[in-house]
């Protein structure tokens, strides 16, 4: 039985689980699940079973439900999250590891996100709206707050006491490290686990801590958190807020969660997905209008490009075979612009460049694409000539348009070479321009970029068929 039939089986078998309300069943049956098929087999089941499941496990094990979430994108874990009564709903966020609560909630419409708040423990729901006070991309958006602190004054003997004590509290905390704190919880020092565990029971934490370590402020960017984990071995950076006091650690697996969640979102908006994020459990009519947000406009951008196409009909009737070649200088100049924006779009990400670098920008892309329209337009010339040669023997286009195939060839070559200079020089400065009027340069460089090269294609090997042509004596 192959792998896909077997996870097949699952969810139909999860869902008859379901229908029979059993809730030890239920659990006994998720743990079983690979954690590799979790996501794809609850995914599957119709939206009513999932709701059902939920709600049964939130009565059962709440901890199952909330590590059931973490499987699936935020946006929807969230979407599943809506379907649940306030207090149901409640019952697994307050179950979430604080970030992961940070993350879901964000993407919950504000008057849910608020109704389920109100039904967490007062606690969990104050400290969940601090944390969602900080931007997502921020040490403070991206912190844990479950951390082992504690005071100045305190012994080996005694935090390992605690640490014993609430062993079964305390086990998904941050373990690596354990953090020291001064009078109004002023963070002062921070104590490898390895070192108080070697360490002899009478000796006070101030004595073993790391002395003014390296920290981050709430909010610290992710470009600044990935540039100093690059730089130091630690797992994890307190973080601390105005008053140095301590209110979370930001881990390095959570930065790099966070990238990566920040470049699929962009080359979905690169893609054409309104919002950077589209799933197919996602209502009908959300993606639809979401898609048809990018299309539409890329209608009117197109019909501008084709209608330089109609200034030139009469030099189109007198070289034929330029109503072939036209998509390929279009298609692939088009493509060496979309590398520009690629490479724009990453170093803007990365802090690398900013709005008002065009001049760096286009002295560091002109060699690009002067060599690449050399070597593409070379090749695309001889593709061309090739590929019209072919459609005449194969009766698809008339042979007494032979003797157009070598000044087609030089055209085609010629035209993709300039276009390749404008096409690298112009991708890499739309998403400088776009960032710089505040415009999201991922959502909207590629249909600027194609409608302008497009243009710009159609006007030069028309243009130079024109010259062409009238240097033989046609015009």
Known sequence: MSHEASITIEWQQLAEVIDSGNAEYLCNFLHLLPPEDTAYTIAR???????????MLTH??????????????????????????????????DAMDSDEQTDVLAELHEDDAAAILDKMAPEEAADARKRLAYDEDTAGGLMITEVLVFPKDCT????????????????????????????????????????????????????????????????????????????????????????????????????????GERSDEQLAKFGGIIGGEELRNMPLLSRTLRRLAFLLPNVVLSAISVTII?????????MTLLAVVLPLVANLSGAAGNQSVAVTIRELALGLVRPGDFIRIWSRDLGIGVINGLVVGLMLGVVSMILCWASMQMGLVESRYQQDLLPLAGIVACSYFFNSILAVLIGGTVPLALKGLHVDPAMASSPILTTVTDMCSFMVTLTLALILIHLMGGV
């Open 45 to 55: 089941l119709d939206e009513d079973h999932q709701t059902r499941m939920l709600e």
């Open 156 to 259: 080996v003997e005694s935090a390992v006491s605690d640490l014993r004590h609430k062993a079964e509290s305390n086990q998904d905390f941050e373990s690596r490290y354990i953090y020291v704190v001064g009078d109004a919880g002023r963070f002062i020092g921070v104590v490898p686990m390895r070192r108080l565990v070697l360490s002899p029971r009478d000796k006070p934490l101030t004595q073993l801590m790391v002395g003014d370590p390296l920290t981050v402020h709430v909010n610290t960017p992710l470009n600044d958190l990935d540039d100093l984990f690059d730089r130091v071995p630690f797992s994890a950076l307190p973080v601390l807020d105005d008053a140095a006091s301590l209110v979370g650690v930001v881990q390095r697996a959570k930065v790099e969660e966070a990238l």
């Open 310 to 318: 109609l200034f030139y009909e009469p030099i189109i009737h007198k």
């Open 60 to 93: 059962a094990d709440p901890e199952l439900a909330a590590d059931l979430l973490e499987h699936f994108a935020d946006g929807h874990a969230a979407d599943m999250l809506e379907e649940l009564k306030p207090e149901t709903a409640a019952a697994i966020v």
